[in-house]
């Protein structure tokens, strides 16, 4: 319907916003695959596990996965990159790794930093490389060691401010930030079915702020000091736009250009 199109085209405008990196370990789930189960997906949930997420979104934060391979093509942009009882690394990847925490990135392993080769050839010569790379970045600032998946929101909770903190812990409520020059835009949702009344603090600041409906394009102001009220009825999803300017302008549909021949 034309609401449902509203909003996805609002979702892609500017850039993702997300504060977390989660790290899969896929040679650490390649090397506990057994004939007949060889698929990384199914395996992965349990490295990746649904209460380190937990964790990440009630510490108020969304997040993204990397791997070794985007690492070493792009680096890590997030401000907190989470590493999931990640024991084999390439001496590569960890270099990038160091050079991501000497920029201002930080690091929350959990369960310790890599001490095995990615894989068998030169394995023993590439172990020593990465458990020497793996001592050196444990004494670097900005390097925090977690025992379990159940000390990573207390964690984050000192390495980064919360995107979008809910006063009442709520599993139920989820969010998307979207980035602009001008503005950012959150997408709020109740997941469940039972209604939620709570309240939350948000980290960015602009000079307004409006609820947007996607039903008619109208905009409402919002209160967000000192805190955001959140009546949301079961399934219910509401668009809030920050912005330094006019908020009907961060959400009106962009005109395709015309070019006359």
């Given at each position: 319907n034309s609401a449902r199109e509203a909003v996805t085209h609002l979702l892609r405008q500017g850039r993702p916003a997300n504060d977390v990196a989660v790290l899969l370990p896929n040679d650490d789930v390649y090397a506990s695959l057994t004939p007949g189960k060889v698929s990384l997906s199914a395996e992965m949930h349990k490295h990746v596990t649904p209460e380190l997420t937990e964790q990440i979104l009630d510490a108020g934060h969304n997040l993204d996965y990397v791997d070794a391979e985007s690492?070493?093509?792009?680096?890590v942009s997030h401000p907190v990159m989470v590493m999931p009882h990640v024991t084999r690394l390439s001496p590569e990847v960890m270099?990038?790794?160091?050079?991501?925490?000497?920029?201002?990135?930080?690091?929350?392993?959990?369960?310790?930093?890599?001490?095995?080769?990615?894989?068998?050839?030169?394995?023993?010569?590439?172990?020593s490389q990465v458990v020497a790379a793996s001592q050196a970045l444990q004494n670097t600032p900005g390097v925090t060691l977690v025992a379990d998946d159940t000390a990573v929101g207390a964690a984050l909770a000192k390495a980064v401010?919360?995107?979008?903190?809910l006063a009442s812990q709520s599993a139920d409520v989820g969010f998307v930030r979207r980035k602009l020059a001008d503005g950012d835009i959150y997408f709020i949702a109740n997941t469940s079915n039972r209604q939620v009344r709570t309240t939350a603090k948000l980290r960015a600041t602009r000079k307004s702020a409006?609820?947007?409906?996607?039903?008619?394009?109208?905009t409402s102001a919002a209160q967000v000091t000192p805190a955001l009220e959140l009546d949301l009825a079961p399934y219910e999803s509401r668009v809030l736009v920050l912005s330094d300017g006019d908020a009907a302008a961060v959400v009106a549909?962009?005109?395709p250009s015309v070019v006359l021949a």
């Open positions: 690492i070493l093509a792009l680096g270099a990038k790794l160091s050079d991501y925490v000497r920029g201002g990135g930080k690091i929350i392993a959990v369960g310790g930093l890599p001490s095995l080769a990615p894989g068998f050839a030169g394995a023993q010569r590439i172990t401010t919360p995107d979008l903190k409006s609820w947007w409906n996607p039903h008619d394009g109208t549909p962009s005109k």
